[in-house]
């Protein structure tokens, strides 16, 4: 059974990085799946951000792609995400996921909110 | 970009009713579509992959049907842990892309 826990800052400031870190429990990261970040602002729908294989395979939201990294560490089972330059319309709940190539979210982590505020 | 256009946007059933949401894509996306229910203050839950495939651990009155452009999501007899709001997203093409969600209540 995977399992996922999100972890991270819950206050960024304007203009600044945003960092979690998801770490991935009941699996090895160096399997199957891809792992993926969504987001969903207070009271709306869900975005997909981006997702990493972890051979370094990435895809990413066109609409967030100039501001996203994604990135992997095998060592520690973890994967991140690295949001820079953000804004207000940035504060979100972040979920990591898991998924494979073309397939749904299998796997979720229980989400963490982000709030961009000085 | 695929874009999934979800209606209602409100649906509102008495309990032991059955319940009927749609989903739209902008083009097609074979049966690349799942669905997911969630409920205030979780995350999202995936009920249904491959357009119809129920995933593990879902209960039987959920099922889901369609291909191409068209989808439904249908629960046959409304429980009180239904009321929810329901996404439905396509994996056929990146980036990957949600619908904005039905909301299922109680009427």
């Known amino acids: 059974q995977v399992q996922l826990q999100e972890s991270g800052p819950g206050l960024v400031k304007p203009s600044e990085a945003l960092s979690l870190t998801c770490a991935v429990s009941g699996y090895s990261i160096n399997n199957g799946y891809y792992w993926g970040w969504i987001r969903q602002p207070p009271g709306k729908g869900l975005e997909w951000i981006g997702s990493?294989?972890?051979?370094?395979?990435?895809h990413y939201n066109p609409s967030l792609k100039s501001r996203v990294t994604i990135s992997v560490d095998t060592s520690k089972n973890h994967f991140s995400l690295k949001l820079s330059s953000v804004t207000a319309a940035d504060t979100a709940m972040y979920y990591c996921?898991?998924?494979?190539?073309?397939?749904?979210?299998?796997?979720w982590g229980q989400g963490t909110l982000v709030t961009v505020s000085s | 970009e695929i874009v999934m256009t979800q209606s209602p946007v409100t649906l509102s059933v008495s309990p032991g009713e059955r319940a009927t949401l749609s989903c739209r894509a902008s083009?097609?996306?074979?049966?690349?579509l799942a669905w997911y229910q969630q409920k205030p203050g979780q995350a999202p839950r995936l009920l249904i992959y491959d357009a119809s495939t129920g995933a593990t651990g879902i209960p039987a009155r959920f099922s889901g049907s369609g291909s191409g452009t068209e989808f439904t999501l249908t629960i046959s007899s409304l429980q009180s842990e239904d009321f929810a709001v329901y996404y439905c997203q396509q994996y056929s093409n990146w980036p990957y892309t949600f619908g904005q969600g039905t909301k299922l209540e109680i009427k």
């Open positions: 990493m294989y972890h051979s370094g395979s990435t």
């Open positions: 996921a898991a998924h494979y190539y073309g397939s749904s979210f299998d796997y």
């Open positions: 083009q097609s996306v074979s049966s690349h």
